[in-house]
């Protein structure tokens, strides 16, 4: 589809630009898993493939898909669908991540806004971008709409919103096609002016497609959608108080009166939900870097034995060590919090310790066997922390100091990810955790802190403030280097008030991490 481009622009609305609405490419890779199985070998490309965890299938290709096969269906229904499906193991995700990693770096050559989403999604806000492209525009040129466009709804080319969201769409092109020639691999993009509605239309044509969303259809599209969840920001949650309330379609949400969502959700969330619902939602991109640590907690009324400690510890460290094998990085760093009753509101107290080296690489790689033996190590720690009777209100587990390379491999270098194994260093001879007290921390939110807040020290002070001087004389060299590199590193409290303020911190809170993974793993959610 061409149009020729207008020859009077409207002045005062283009001055406006971006006036909230931006060029937001999302992109969702296909049949992800099974994809990159087919890449590692591609006699099964013109199979039906399935990847198998476990009795799961947890994807499938478009060929498998033929047969009605879909997406976390069990082998046994699968095969019964159909018989000569072919199942590969996909419980290692060391492939599906390298790959996952070299895309999100791919895309970055383009552009620096990129934010990944679980392994196969990544945002890019290619606002800039498409402005260069609408500023070198000549009088009169073409500009091609590549794609579809929703409901084949027409391009108004006196409109620069519409001329816009037209350029992405030859951006969102352009990515396509580098990943394919680059790596192989194909995908669906979704172009729309927020993250909301890119990631909601980029799978309305699958697989290997892309759709570009005009403002006049956000609302009629939102409609067609049907339940509520599949908005991206409305969680099971959320779905649940609503649903109560008797709104279940999207358009029920669209209509539903405003101040009966004040007062079930409060004036902001409220707010947000109906915005949502319109499609109208403005968060931004955040640009990817690797976490600095993994952490999960759970509360409860009172806990008061060692038993129920060790079953909050059962509970919580399988969730996190799938993460980190997720994540591929090595922690060495194990820490316990704890809150205790009665206590202030938000009194925490934490205990860490190193791993023990001879552990180190079994991170990712047996998550079984370091199950019992973190389980004790982490029973050992809180013992250290409690003499004799106890209540409990909260148990938190954290894993830190992820396994650093050398060279120029940063942590903060998606190199990092992609290099990591071949420059694994071999680990040292075993030996026993040395334990250390990290100092409390009265004012630490849920899910925010790792480390203190306050950063008085100093180098020629002989030990970080709060920290014990005895057992820090204990600790080895490297990791007194880092607990004053912590304490130094101001940079911190910037970057989590930013995050704080962006609404979305999916690299420190553990509860932001763990909405994230439950939102990668249901495909229902990203908090905006
Ligand atoms: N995945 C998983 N467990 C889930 C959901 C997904 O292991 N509960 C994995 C397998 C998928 C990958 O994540 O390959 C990406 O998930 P998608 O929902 O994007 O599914 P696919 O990429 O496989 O298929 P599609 O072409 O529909 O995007
Ligand atoms: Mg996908
Ligand atoms: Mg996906």
Known sequence: MEEPFPEEQDEEEDEEWPRGGRVIVHIDLDCFYAQVEMLRNPQLRSKPLGTQQKNIVVTCNYEARKFGIGKLMSVKEAKEKCPELILVNGEDLTPYREMSYKVTELLGEFCPLVERLGFDENFLDITELVEKKFQ???????????????????????????????????????????????????????????KSLAKMISGVFKPDQQTLLLPENHREFLSSLDHIQKIPGIGSKTTERLEKLGVRKIQDLQEFPVFLLEKEFGISAAQRIHELSLGQENSQIIPWKPPQSFSDEDSFPKISTEEEVREKIRELLPKLLERISQDGRK??????????????????????????????????QENEELLPILEEILMKLFRKMIGGKFQLTLLSLGFSKLQEFPGNLGKGSIKFYLKRESQNKEMDTPRAPKIQKIPENSDKKPGILDFPRNFPAKKEEKVPPDVDPEVFSELPPEIQEELWTQ???????????????????????????????????????FSG
């Not at 202030?344 to 080296?357: A, H, T």
């Not at 995050?499 to 990668?520: F, H, I, T, V």
């Open 487 to 525: 304490w130094r590193n101001r940079d911190w409290e910037r970057r989590n008030s930013l995050e704080k303020s962006s609404g979305k911190a999916p690299n420190l809170g553990m509860r932001s991490q763990c909405d994230l993974l439950r939102y990668w793993k249901s495909q229902g959610n």
């Open 136 to 194: 070198e525009l000549e009088p009169n040129s073409q500009i091609p709409i590549f794609g579809h466009v929703y409901k084949e709804e027409a391009v108004n080319f006196q409109d620069p919103v519409h001329i816009r969201l037209a350029l992405g769409s030859g951006i969102a092109w352009e990515l396509r096609d580098r990943l394919r020639s680059q790596l192989g691999i194909t995908g669906c993009a979704g172009i729309a002016s927020n």
């Open 331 to 364: 922690p060495q760093t194990l820490r316990l919090g704890i809150r205790k009753f009665p206590g202030k509101n938000s009194r925490r107290e934490f205990r860490q310790c190193p791993i023990p080296k001879h552990l180190i690489p079994k991170f990712g």
